[in-house]
C-alpha cells in the first residue's frame, strides 16, 4: 500500500537553499517513522533526518542548525528544508518509512523507500 514518490532536487551554489518533497501514499502518519537518506559518492548511505510517529525530529550532527523535516499531513507530505548547503552536502536524497513508534539509524531497518532525488552543491 505504501509508496513515496520525491521531488525537489537540483543544483544551487554553496550557501543556497533548496526544498526536497516527499509525498506518500498509504501511510498512516501516526504509525510510521519518516526519515531522510543521503548517498554521496564513495560514502555510506546516512540517516539525515527523521520525524518519529509523535512528531518529534533528529538530525545527524553535520545538518543541525541547517535542515529542518516539516511535514503537512493535509497533503501526506514529507520536506526536507536544507539552508546553507555546502559541497559536501551533494548527494542522492532518499525518502523512507518505517513501521515503528521510533526512528532507526541505519537504512536496512526501512522497508519502503523514494527513487531519490538529486542535490548538487557547486562552491
Known amino acids: 500500500h505504501v509508496q513515496l514518490v520525491e521531488s525537489g532536487g537540483g543544483s544551487v551554489q554553496a550557501g543556497g537553499s533548496l526544498r526536497l518533497s516527499c509525498a506518500a501514499s498509504?501511510?498512516?502518519?501516526?504509525?510510521?517513522?519518516m526519515a531522510w537518506f543521503r548517498q554521496s559518492p564513495g560514502k555510506e548511505r546516512e540517516r539525515v533526518a527523521a520525524?518519529?510517529?509523535?512528531?518529534?525530529?533528529s538530525y545527524v550532527d553535520s545538518v543541525k542548525g541547517r535542515f529542518t523535516i516539516p511535514e503537512d499531513s493535509s497533503k501526506s507530505t514529507v520536506y526536507l528544508q536544507m539552508h546553507n548547503l555546502q559541497s559536501a552536502d551533494t548527494g542522492i536524497y532518499f525518502c523512507?518509512?518505517?513501521?515503528?513508534?521510533?526512528?532507526?539509524?541505519?537504512?536496512?531497518?526501512?522497508?519502503?523507500w523514494g527513487q531519490g532525488t538529486q542535490v548538487t552543491v557547486s562552491s
Open positions: 523512507a518509512a518505517h513501521l515503528s513508534s521510533w526512528c532507526p539509524l541505519t537504512a536496512s531497518a526501512y522497508t519502503y
Open positions: 498509504g501511510v498512516t502518519w501516526s504509525a510510521y517513522c
Open positions: 520525524i518519529d510517529a509523535d512528531g518529534a525530529t
